[in-house]
């Protein structure tokens, strides 16, 4: 990285973390309170360390194969690592004991898998279940309606800690920022967290991305997921899961 190149990025979280403090604030919490989740998709060891240097202390990956790459570089040394994308359950064993916690826990099958890997290392695996919110067929995550059975099933297993709930609503259009789904969302977590279910613990409520953090934040997230405005945009390219 130039200079020029790590002042912008140390500029950008700097501007990141005001503005997520700024709508803690107007939410009457605490800016603590709130966990920034760094995505470092498609972002370099070398970016992701001076991320971390800057202040960052929880990245989350999209992409397993990514990043083991950067696991190996020691790329997350000094923060928290999460994995926030979708799962395939074949590739679960390369992440549980290098993830503190798995948010993209869309169904029960995946849930299992989890349980089961965790279970050959003797850990107890944090996950968020993922809920398809918006109800969108071509998206994962468990449907609202089969939510309570989903909890029932996964809270069961000695292996497996339930901690809250994630979602991805549908594209936030420019005028109300995905207000209703996270409206949504926000008395989807309420009402479990008055089930005080057993082994399940509604700690984090993971929702709001670049686009939108701010409005998630006013409706309940205690947790965001920002790459774009901390890394800047992306070169997309055609990667694999």
Known sequence: MTEQERNELHERIAQVKERVARAAEKAGKKPEDIILVAASKMNDTERVQEAIRAGIEVCGENRVQELLEKYEQNAYEGADLQFIGTLQTNKVKFLVGKVSLIQSVGSVHLGEAIAKEAAKHGIRQDILLEVNIG????????????????????RAKPSLHIR???????????????????????????????????????????????????????????????????FGARPYQIVSP
């Open 135 to 154: 109800r969108e067929q071509a998206k994962s995550g468990i449907d609202p309606d089969e939510l309570l059975d989903a909890i029932d099933t996964l």
């Open 164 to 230: 809250g709930l994630m979602a991805i609503p549908p594209v936030a259009d420019a005028e109300t920022k995905n207000l209703r789904y996270f409206n949504e969302m926000r008395q989807v977590f309420v009402d479990i967290l008055k089930k005080k279910y057993d082994n399940v613990d509604m700690d984090y409520l993971s929702m709001g991305m670049t686009n939108d953090f701010e409005t998630a934040i006013a409706c309940g997230a205690n947790m965001v997921r920002i790459g774009t405005a901390i």
